[in-house]
């Protein structure tokens, strides 16, 4: 079974920083990608931002250049560094493991991201 830890959530006033970090109990090597998303209260489950294992990015529209996703693949460890938060980005985050074509999707347990006016 492969565990997926979340942390770095937590109270921030809007225009502040949080980085979000997961460590995954196996080698992020073996997914093809890893992918951070949220869900906000009466919304639905959305990918905020992704990352294959050759390295490319994607990420939602609204936090194109606030955002950062990358990898630490001798920590197994996955973040996304959040600058200029919004209170729209109010929400808890789940952090992902990919293996294409395999039925292998696991996320972790979410880490609550609260941003205040």
């Known amino acids: 079974q492969v565990r997926l830890v979340e942390s770095g959530g937590g109270l921030v006033q809007a225009g502040g920083s949080l980085r979000l970090s997961c460590v995954v109990s196996r080698s992020i090597l073996s997914f093809d990608a890893m992918g951070w998303y949220r869900r906000a209260p009466g919304k639905e489950r959305a990918l905020v931002a992704g990352?294959?294992?050759?390295?490319?990015?994607t990420y939602l529209e609204t936090v194109k250049g606030r955002f950062s996703i990358s990898r630490d693949d001798a920590k197994n460890t996955v973040y996304l560094q959040m600058d200029r938060l919004e209170v729209e980005d109010t929400a808890v985050y789940y952090c992902?493991?990919?293996?294409w074509g395999t039925g292998e999707d696991y996320w972790g347990q979410g880490t609550q991201v609260t941003v205040s006016s």
């Open positions: 992902t493991a990919t293996k």
């Open positions: 990352i294959r294992q050759d390295g490319g990015t």
